[in-house]
């Protein structure tokens, strides 16, 4: 009997204070029957144990782009989630700077309209504050149509984490 094929998640995490509670998403993605890969901007590889999450999801931890002769470690995705997201990487996406892996593939994801963007911002109060006063910069990507977002902030990473629990389901 063959085994239900998982759908392909890949989870982009920024350096803000819940990725280092990267172990514990991959987790519940797992039990919600993702296929997890995950991508880390450079900084934040920094705050997670790389080697514990490449062991637990099965696919290497990629933070840098892969040499042109290399074939690709990773899946295709079958969609993406961006958490925590953070003002630095939000900003480099909407502009379309694509100098880390992280950033490079929502880029591209954007452009192409697949896979399905689900980004969850973690955002110190002062830059809520910036983009509430001008408005310049978010209306890039909160209007794209493959990209979604969610208003948590980092005043909570517990009930940011689970409140987007719920989330992940309806981007299947």
Not at 101 to 107: D, E, F, I, S, Y
Request: proline content about 8%; glycine content about 4%; some cysteine.
């Amino acid at each position: 009997m063959n085994e239900p094929v998982s759908s392909v998640l890949y989870l982009s995490v920024c350096a803000a204070p819940p990725a280092q509670h990267t172990t514990e998403v991959l987790s519940h993605l797992q039990a919600a029957g993702w296929d997890v890969c995950v991508i880390a901007t450079p900084q934040a590889s920094l705050w997670m144990d790389v080697q514990a999450l490449a062991k637990r999801s099965g696919h290497v931890v990629r933070t840098n782009y892969k040499l042109p002769w290399e074939a690709d470690p990773l899946p295709r995705a079958d969609a993406m989630l961006v958490m925590p997201a953070t003002f630095n990487t939000i900003n480099k996406w909407a502009q379309g700077i694509g100098d880390t892996l992280a950033t490079g593939l929502l880029c591209e994801a954007l452009g192409r309209g697949t896979p399905p963007i689900v980004a969850v911002p973690c955002l110190k109060m002062d830059l809520v504050r910036a983009i509430q006063s001008s408005r310049r910069i978010w209306p890039c990507c909160a209007n794209a149509a493959s990209a979604s977002f969610t208003n948590q902030n980092a005043t909570s990473h517990r009930s940011w984490f689970s409140s987007t629990r719920s989330l992940m389901p309806s981007v299947r």
